[in-house]
């Protein structure tokens, strides 16, 4: 079994950076693909960024040019650089893992709020 623990949400200013990190253990080399989701009050849980093992990333629309996903295979982590945040970025951001048997993940989530 995969454990994800995500860390490096936080408050900050419109047009500021964070960087989330997340933590893989477990039974790691079934992963394949890893990446990020948020979820705002109210709303879905909607796609933000994935790479696969091999560094195939995928971005959603809103996030293009401001995020970046990266990925270190040798130390089971995945990060989202986001910079150039803005209000509407605000959500409970959650980390995933997908086996290569199809089977997701989820951590437990990290609060990211962008102030006007």
């Known amino acids: 079994q995969v454990q994800l623990v995500e860390s490096g949400g936080g408050l900050v200013q419109a047009g500021g950076s964070l960087r989330l990190s997340c933590a893989a253990s477990g039974s790691i080399f079934s992963i394949n693909f890893m990446g990020w989701y948020r979820q705002a009050p109210g709303k879905q849980r909607d796609l933000v960024a994935t790479?696969?093992?091999?560094?195939?990333?995928n971005y959603a629309d809103s996030v293009k040019g401001r995020f970046t996903i990266s990925r270190d295979n040798a130390k089971n982590l995945v990060y989202l650089q986001m910079n150039s945040l803005k209000p509407e970025d605000t959500a409970v951001y959650f980390c995933?893992?997908?086996?290569?048997?199809?089977?997701?993940?989820w951590g437990q989530g990290t609060q990211v709020t962008v102030s006007s």
């Open positions: 995933h893992a997908d086996s290569y048997s199809g089977t997701r993940l």
């Open positions: 790479i696969s093992r091999g560094g195939t990333t």
